[in-house]
């Protein structure tokens, strides 16, 4: 039976709080789970189990991974009780997925095959993008998918072209197509998201994406109307000129997957371009950028 490398996390020390609470002061400390799952992003990590109250099991893709892992939190995490584990394969993905329910992000409706929808007001604004969870590939459950697919929303994407880089699941991917756009580039270095990406194709009948396994560094093609980058602060920083280069004249550019204190960061990267719009979620960003020119 094969085994997953793993972490415990003692989560219950770390400060947890809530940005709806009125009575927070503006310089409060930030959430530090927010913090521990962006650190994790950095890492081959498979799937995350918080079933367990104040303990976190965090899986790992294999064991060279969860050992840069652990030594990073050990470094940055001092206040953590973190124990290395090696676990038999029992089903744990499928279990730990089994709760996920359907979430709404405006018009869309994002739901794992087991929740579909049901649209009691019979809205046919509404669009429905079935996503099947898979080890590590968004279901739009994460803030930053969440934050991608409101940005997305905020855009006229009739007859446009779109990239969405790093694909993972697919779901900004479909998501653009079924708001409008005449042609969708999903691209991913890794094999096993473009092939989840293609079994959540099949899920939305009629949905025409068209899948490529490469590298943003090894991409060749005309730019497109709006690219979306929901991928990590310093991944986003290191590809800021093939993004840029990426972009159509007047188009626009959906950039998610940081937090708020790499957010100066980030921009820094990318001050050729105008900020339109920036959200945030919890200590998730999300900004869309434009080149000059009049794209609406």
């Keep these: 039976m094969r085994t997953w490398p793993a972490i415990d996390i003692e989560t219950g020390r770390l400060q947890s709080t809530s940005p709806a609470d009125p009575t927070q002061s503006p310089d409060v400390a930030p959430d530090e789970r927010d913090l521990l799952s962006a650190a994790l992003i950095d890492f081959g990590v498979a799937a995350i189990d918080e079933s367990d109250g104040d303990r976190w099991r965090v899986f790992f893709d294999d064991g060279s991974e969860r050992d840069r892992a652990l030594a990073a939190l050990a470094r940055d995490f001092p ?14 993905a499928a279990r730990s997925q089994a709760s996920l329910r359907a979430i709404r992000v405006g018009r869309i409706i994002v739901a794992p095959p087991w929740d579909r929808a049901r649209r009691s007001d019979g809205d046919t604004r509404d669009i429905e993008i079935v996503i099947q969870p898979s080890m590590g590939f968004g279901t739009g459950h994460h803030a930053s998918t969440r934050l991608c697919l409101a940005a997305l929303q905020q855009i006229d994407l009739n007859g446009t ?19 409008g756009a005449s042609e969708v580039l999903a691209i991913d270095d890794d094999e096993d998201a473009i092939q989840a990406a ?12 068209e899948l490529h396994p490469v590298g943003l560094e090894r991409l060749v093609l005309t730019p497109a109307d709006v690219i979306v980058a929901n991928l990590t602060g310093g991944l986003l920083i290191r590809a800021a000129d093939l993004l ?27 001050r050729a371009f105008r900020v339109v719009d920036t959200m945030q979620e919890d200590e998730w960003m999300c900004t869309t950028l434009q080149r000059e020119g009049a794209f609406t």
Excluded: K
């Design 79 to 92: 206040q953590l009780v973190l124990t290395a584990l090696d676990l038999p394969d029992e089903d744990w």
């Design 244 to 270: 840029m280069e990426l972009v159509a004249p007047s188009g626009r550019l959906i950039m998610s997957g940081f937090t708020q204190s790499e957010h100066v960061s980030v921009l820094a990267a990318f």
């Design 161 to 179: 072209s779109v990239v969405d880089v790093g694909t993972g699941s697919g779901v900004l991917a479909i998501a653009a197509r079924m708001l």
């Design 198 to 209: 293609r079994e959540n194709l099949a899920l939305n009948a009629g949905v025409r994406v």
